[in-house]
């Protein structure tokens, strides 16, 4: 499910016979809509699985595990628009932060890189198994990912389009940091990643994993034609508590110095916010 930006209370969510879209009081004590939801179908296109909002509120594109299109709805209009692709079902979408690119992953190995004003994909795969996580930078010239089977964090750089630029030498996805399982003192962290996440500072990105509890923090920095990485620090729950999901509050006005928090949703129910100051 995702909030809408720039709106009080529009929730969308993904479901088993389409897209329900719930308008929501924010200043209301009572927790139900206000109205029923509205409901997004297009042929062929359910379960919806994955959804996401273009950064400035206009567009939302959708995603479905029996389905190789991936649907971009003009909700307003009430407009559907599928971009047709052959091969395996998607599985995941996101639109980088400067809503120039639109990610989409497959069941298989193949993921794809869109471009919004054209409409044109670029088609990449990854060596063993399918995309498991991934994060755009902040200014949207970097992306991150990690895989299902490999214990690596790989970036992807994308640069402006320019009339006389070399294409002779391809892009390719580089592995940026090792994830592989060690032991620090005498906890084990590392392993098989399960989800990354970026801060909208473009100062921290956090992994948590599937083999173990410990989450990873990294230090980045992102300039025109370089991005650097080190580690940072861990963070670790209660004993017994494993993170299921992650994810840092959105920034929606330049703010100077602000800082990131992210919201960690730990196995036993609990709900921690960590500060980076």
């Known amino acids: 499910m995702a909030w809408r930006p720039f709106t009080a209370g529009l929730l969308v969510v993904g479901c088993q016979s389409g897209v329900l879209l719930w308008s929501l009081e924010p200043n209301s004590h009572i927790t139900r ?3 029923q939801a ?3 179908k297009s042929p062929n296109h359910s379960p919806v699985t994955s959804v996401d909002w273009s950064p400035n509120g206009c567009l939302l ?3 479905s ?3 190789s299109d991936i649907v971009i709805w003009d909700v307003d209009q009430n407009r559907s628009t599928p971009l047709r692709r052959m091969g395996a079902p998607c599985t995941q979408v996101k639109w980088s932060p400067d809503g120039c690119r639109l990610f989409s992953a497959t069941m298989g190995s193949v993921f794809r890189v869109w471009n919004a004003n054209k409409w044109t994909p670029e088609r990449w795969t990854v060596g063993v198994g399918t995309i498991q996580s991934l994060a755009w930078s902040p200014c949207g010239s970097q992306m991150v990912f ?7 964090l790989y970036a992807l750089h994308f640069i ?10 391809p892009k390719q996805a580089l592995p940026v940091a090792d994830l592989s399982k060690t ?5 084990e962290v590392g392993g098989r990643p399960q989800q990354v996440v970026w801060c909208p500072s473009g100062e921290h990105l956090a992994v948590s994993f599937r083999d173990t509890s410990v989450i990873s923090i990294f230090s980045t920095s992102i300039s025109k034609h370089n991005f650097n990485i080190s580690p940072s620090c861990f963070l670790n729950g209660l004993p017994g508590e494993y993170p299921t999901y992650m994810c840092f509050q959105p920034r929606y006005r330049k703010v100077e110095r602000a800082t990131s928090v992210l919201t960690i949703g730990w196995s036993s129910g609990r709900i921690q916010y960590f500060p980076f100051l």
């Open 160 to 169: 402006e389009e320019q009339v006389f630029s070399n294409t002779s030498t």
């Open 65 to 67: 595990i029996n389905d």
């Open 38 to 40: 509205t409901h997004l």
């Open 183 to 187: 032991t620090v003192g005498e906890v």
């Open 33 to 35: 809509p206000l109205s």
């Open 61 to 63: 594109v959708t995603a």
């Open 146 to 152: 990690v895989t299902t089977e490999e214990p690596c």
